[in-house]
């Protein structure tokens, strides 16, 4: 009876969430299989400030260099949109979707964009370091095209 009436609650609560575009959730079970945890997973990871970082660039619309739809929302960007895939720590198992990160150049310019994909490091052959960035973060950074590419940078969660 318990294992259906917590079937029954995170159906209800996945139904709501499925219209919530930031609504995240998270099931946990104890290692004693009696404890269900139903919450947010915003909530769960780390606040980061001032993290050092290697800013990448990526092409987040279909055909680019990101390969396919963002990890977030399986969706497609277009590339005048401020946002970013993060290394799989930094992306936290998607518990930073959709949430702001502030970047800061070198140069001192800084740009907000949102995190909608995951730069696998198993996979993608990411570093662990990487904040990949669309051409809008660039330009909000006013960095020169001609030095597009590679740069270091400090991140922190908004």
Same mark, same amino acid.
């Given at each position: =009876?318990?294992?259906?009436? $917590?079937?029954?609650?995170?159906? #209800?609560?996945?139904?709501?969430?499925?219209? %919530?575009?930031?609504?995240? $959730?998270?099931?946990?079970?104890?290692?004693? +299989?009696?404890?269900?945890?139903?919450?947010?997973?915003?909530?769960?990871?780390?606040?980061?400030?001032?993290?050092?970082?290697?800013?990448?660039?990526?092409?987040?619309?279909?055909?680019? &260099? /990101? /390969?396919?739809?963002?990890?977030?929302?399986?969706?497609?960007?277009?590339? !005048?949109?401020?946002?970013?895939?993060?290394?799989?720590?930094?992306?936290?198992?998607? %518990?930073?979707?959709?949430? &702001?990160?502030? $970047? %800061?150049?070198? +140069?001192?310019?800084?740009?907000?964009?949102?995190?909608?994909?995951?730069?696998? #490091?198993?996979?993608?052959?990411?570093?662990?370091?990487?904040? !990949?960035? &669309?051409?809008?973060?660039?330009?909000?950074?006013?960095?020169?095209?001609? %030095?597009?590419?590679? =740069? &270091? #940078?400090?991140?922190?969660?908004?």
């Amino acid at each position: =009876m318990k294992h259906y009436c $917590i079937s029954i609650a995170l159906a #209800v609560l996945l139904a709501f969430c499925s219209s %919530q575009a930031a609504c995240r $959730i998270v099931y946990e079970k104890s290692a004693a +299989n009696s404890t269900v945890v139903i919450g947010d997973a915003a909530a769960k990871f780390a606040r980061i400030s001032n993290a050092k970082a290697e800013l990448t660039i990526n092409g987040f619309q279909k055909g680019e &260099s /990101g /390969g396919g739809p963002a990890e977030c929302d399986g969706k497609f960007h277009p590339d !005048d949109t401020l946002v970013v895939a993060l290394s799989t720590p930094w992306y936290a198992h998607g %518990q930073r979707c959709f949430r &702001s990160i502030t $970047i %800061q150049g070198p +140069n001192g310019n800084s740009a907000t964009a949102r995190v909608v994909d995951e730069c696998d #490091v198993a996979h993608a052959g990411c570093k662990p370091d990487i904040v !990949d960035a &669309s051409q809008a973060v660039w330009e909000a950074l006013k960095v020169p095209h001609n %030095q597009w590419g590679l =740069m &270091s #940078v400090t991140w922190s969660d908004d």
